[in-house]
C-alpha cells in the first residue's frame, strides 16, 4: 500500500524558515514527478512546487519563488521543500504528491498519490 508522509511543519515568525521533508513508502518513485500544494482555510488548493522523475528540472508558483527550493532523494524515495523567508501568506496545509508522469506539472490532476498534508503557520 502507498503512502506518503510528511513531516516538518510547525509554528514559525514571519523572515522565518521551515523545512518540509515527505517521504513515500509501498513502491518506489524513482520515475514519477512529485510535487507540494497547500490549501489555506477557505481556498482552494493550489500548486507551491514541482520537480521532475530525475531533479534535474524544477518549477514553482510565482508567490514562492525565489523563496523555497524543492529537491528530491530517489534512493531514500523522499522529496524536501525548503521555506525561506516566510510570509503569513503561506500559512496552509502543504502537501505532497507524487505525479503520475515523469514530471507532474501544476495541476492536481496530474497527481494520482497524496499525503495526509503537514499544518505551517507563519506568524506576523
Known amino acids: 500500500q502507498v503512502q506518503l508522509v510528511e513531516s516538518g511543519g510547525g509554528l514559525v515568525q514571519a523572515g522565518g524558515s521551515l523545512r518540509l521533508s515527505c517521504t513515500a513508502s509501498g513502491r518506489t518513485f524513482s520515475r514519477n514527478g512529485m510535487g507540494w500544494f497547500r490549501q489555506a482555510p477557505g481556498k482552494e488548493r493550489e500548486f507551491v512546487a514541482g520537480?521532475?522523475?530525475?531533479?534535474?528540472?524544477?518549477y514553482y508558483a510565482d508567490s514562492v519563488k525565489g523563496r523555497f527550493t524543492i529537491s528530491r532523494d530517489n534512493a531514500k524515495n523522499t522529496v524536501t521543500l525548503q521555506m525561506n523567508s516566510l510570509k503569513p501568506e503561506d500559512t496552509a496545509v502543504y502537501y505532497c504528491a507524487v505525479a503520475k508522469f515523469t514530471s507532474g506539472g501544476i495541476s492536481s490532476g496530474n497527481y494520482n498519490y497524496w499525503g495526509q498534508g503537514t499544518q505551517v503557520t507563519v506568524s506576523s
Open positions: 520537480i521532475n522523475w530525475s531533479g534535474g528540472n524544477t
